[in-house]
């Protein structure tokens, strides 16, 4: 078993070898997309982040630390939604790890509405939860009452929310579907230097 490691590890570096290669064909628009879309789903995330925060500021009448509650609800989004997209879609699709449109969008779809939609909203409550608590701006729960009292607040938000999630998982979709098409195109290249006759 331990023989065959080394010379599995060769393979791979050989098949991702001539993928990039094959990559670096691609026009430079195309392959900035199938390289870097990642990041078009981490912005729509921090998007999403700043939206959810500017809600529930609204909600609990938070009106102070604009900047240090806007800089986490954009940032932490946008990192986890690009590294997320980047590890779960665009590495193994260069890498020839995932090679199926359906997985490739799903993939996709997946992260963009987890990561990208969701956990933005989730992130908010308690940012926004703790800015209300330490400015006294909005009556809180007591102890026995924190889920019901957060399941009221977020509900209406969660509402305002559906039309940026369902565009964000759209969006990822679509970019997966795009990206994996890119792929194909560029595997369909001939190898650089060689001359078809």
Sequence with gaps: MENHEPHDTVK????FNIITRKINQLPEAERNLLEHGSAYVGLNAGLCGLIANSLFRRVLNVTQARIAAGLPMSVIPFLTADLSYRGFVSLPLITGDLNCETCTITRGG?????LGGLYPIILAIPVNGGLA????SAPLPEKGNILT?????SKPIFRKMLFPILLQTMFAGYLGSKQYKLFIKALQLPEPGLEIQ
């Design 12 to 15: 791979e570096n050989l098949i």
């Design 110 to 114: 997946l992260v963009g509405l987890v």
């Design 133 to 136: 608590a330490r400015y006294e």
């Design 149 to 153: 009292y957060w399941t009221r607040v």
